[in-house]
Protein backbone atom coordinates (compact mmCIF):
# COMPACT_ATOMS: atom_id res chain seq x y z
CA UNK A 1 0.00 0.00 0.00
CA UNK A 2 1.30 3.23 -0.51
CA UNK A 3 -0.03 6.54 0.47
CA UNK A 4 0.35 9.62 -1.53
CA UNK A 5 0.34 13.35 -0.33
CA UNK A 6 0.30 16.40 -2.53
CA UNK A 7 1.32 19.58 -1.81
CA UNK A 8 2.59 23.21 -3.03
CA UNK A 9 -0.50 24.06 -4.85
CA UNK A 10 -1.74 27.47 -4.67
CA UNK A 11 -2.86 30.70 -6.39
CA UNK A 12 -0.25 32.46 -9.13
CA UNK A 13 -0.91 35.01 -11.81
CA UNK A 14 -0.62 34.08 -15.47
CA UNK A 15 2.78 33.88 -16.47
CA UNK A 16 4.20 32.57 -12.84
CA UNK A 17 5.40 29.37 -11.65
CA UNK A 18 4.40 26.80 -9.12
CA UNK A 19 6.11 23.61 -7.83
CA UNK A 20 3.94 20.63 -6.87
CA UNK A 21 5.55 18.06 -4.77
CA UNK A 22 3.56 14.62 -4.16
CA UNK A 23 5.41 12.66 -1.23
CA UNK A 24 4.96 8.76 -1.17
CA UNK A 25 5.04 6.72 1.75
CA UNK A 26 6.47 2.99 1.61
CA UNK A 27 9.14 1.10 0.55
CA UNK A 28 8.03 0.17 -3.07
CA UNK A 29 7.14 3.86 -3.83
CA UNK A 30 10.77 3.57 -5.72
CA UNK A 31 9.49 1.08 -8.17
CA UNK A 32 6.21 2.65 -9.40
CA UNK A 33 5.91 5.13 -12.44
CA UNK A 34 3.99 8.35 -11.16
CA UNK A 35 1.70 10.13 -12.90
CA UNK A 36 -0.02 13.88 -12.35
CA UNK A 37 -3.20 14.57 -13.23
CA UNK A 38 -5.67 17.53 -12.66
CA UNK A 39 -9.40 17.93 -13.31
CA UNK A 40 -11.47 21.38 -13.76
CA UNK A 41 -14.29 21.93 -12.59
CA UNK A 42 -17.29 20.36 -14.62
CA UNK A 43 -14.74 18.58 -16.40
CA UNK A 44 -13.21 15.31 -16.21
CA UNK A 45 -9.73 14.09 -15.49
CA UNK A 46 -7.00 14.54 -17.54
CA UNK A 47 -3.74 13.47 -17.94
CA UNK A 48 -0.47 16.19 -17.21
CA UNK A 49 2.69 14.26 -16.98
CA UNK A 50 3.97 10.59 -16.23
CA UNK A 51 7.50 9.75 -15.40
CA UNK A 52 9.02 6.16 -15.16
CA UNK A 53 10.38 4.78 -11.55
CA UNK A 54 13.98 5.06 -12.53
CA UNK A 55 13.12 8.94 -14.25
CA UNK A 56 14.90 8.02 -17.14
CA UNK A 57 11.59 8.09 -19.27
CA UNK A 58 8.68 10.89 -19.28
CA UNK A 59 5.59 11.86 -20.89
CA UNK A 60 3.41 15.08 -21.16
CA UNK A 61 0.36 16.28 -22.17
CA UNK A 62 0.50 18.12 -25.36
CA UNK A 63 -1.19 21.21 -23.54
CA UNK A 64 1.47 21.78 -21.07
CA UNK A 65 4.58 19.83 -23.11
CA UNK A 66 7.73 22.91 -22.76
CA UNK A 67 6.26 24.25 -19.63
CA UNK A 68 5.95 21.83 -17.15
CA UNK A 69 8.34 19.32 -16.25
CA UNK A 70 7.95 15.79 -13.94
CA UNK A 71 10.66 14.73 -11.58
CA UNK A 72 11.68 12.38 -8.38
CA UNK A 73 13.86 11.79 -6.28
CA UNK A 74 13.57 8.34 -4.92
CA UNK A 75 15.52 9.08 -2.07
CA UNK A 76 13.20 11.46 -0.84
CA UNK A 77 10.01 9.32 -1.92
CA UNK A 78 8.56 12.28 -3.38
CA UNK A 79 7.32 13.36 -7.46
CA UNK A 80 7.37 17.11 -8.47
CA UNK A 81 5.55 18.93 -11.21
CA UNK A 82 7.26 22.11 -11.77
CA UNK A 83 4.51 24.45 -13.45
CA UNK A 84 6.01 27.39 -15.30
CA UNK A 85 4.47 29.93 -17.96
CA UNK A 86 1.18 28.93 -16.12
CA UNK A 87 -2.06 29.92 -18.01
CA UNK A 88 -5.94 30.64 -16.58
CA UNK A 89 -6.63 27.24 -18.07
CA UNK A 90 -4.14 25.39 -16.14
CA UNK A 91 -6.65 25.98 -12.62
CA UNK A 92 -7.30 22.60 -11.51
CA UNK A 93 -7.27 20.32 -8.45
CA UNK A 94 -3.78 18.05 -9.34
CA UNK A 95 -3.82 14.72 -8.27
CA UNK A 96 -0.32 12.34 -8.02
CA UNK A 97 -1.10 8.59 -9.00
CA UNK A 98 0.99 5.68 -8.96
CA UNK A 99 1.06 2.47 -11.10
CA UNK A 100 2.52 -0.34 -9.30
CA UNK A 101 2.09 -2.87 -12.55
CA UNK A 102 5.57 -4.09 -13.15
CA UNK A 103 5.05 -5.49 -16.61
CA UNK A 104 3.73 -2.44 -18.15
CA UNK A 105 5.68 -1.37 -21.27
CA UNK A 106 5.87 2.20 -21.21
CA UNK A 107 4.16 5.11 -19.54
CA UNK A 108 0.16 5.16 -19.48
CA UNK A 109 -1.53 8.25 -20.15
CA UNK A 110 -4.96 6.40 -18.54
CA UNK A 111 -6.64 7.06 -15.10
CA UNK A 112 -7.93 3.46 -14.63
CA UNK A 113 -4.46 2.23 -15.00
CA UNK A 114 -2.62 4.37 -11.66
CA UNK A 115 -3.44 1.86 -8.38
CA UNK A 116 -2.74 4.16 -6.08
CA UNK A 117 -4.02 8.25 -5.79
CA UNK A 118 -3.48 11.40 -3.87
CA UNK A 119 -6.16 13.63 -1.87
CA UNK A 120 -5.83 16.63 -4.80
CA UNK A 121 -3.79 19.89 -4.24
CA UNK A 122 -5.70 23.28 -5.67
CA UNK A 123 -3.75 25.28 -8.41
CA UNK A 124 -5.64 28.61 -9.14
CA UNK A 125 -3.98 30.68 -12.16
CA UNK A 126 -5.49 34.06 -12.32
CA UNK A 127 -5.31 36.26 -15.69
Known amino acids: QVQLVESGGGLAQAGGSLRLSCAGS????????MGWFRQAPGKEREFVAA????????SYANSVKGRFTISRDNAKNTVYLQMNSLKPEDTAVYYC????????????????????WGQGTQVTVSS
Open 51 to 58: ISWSGGST
Open 97 to 116: AADRNPLRVGLTRESRQYDY
Open 26 to 33: GRTFSSYA
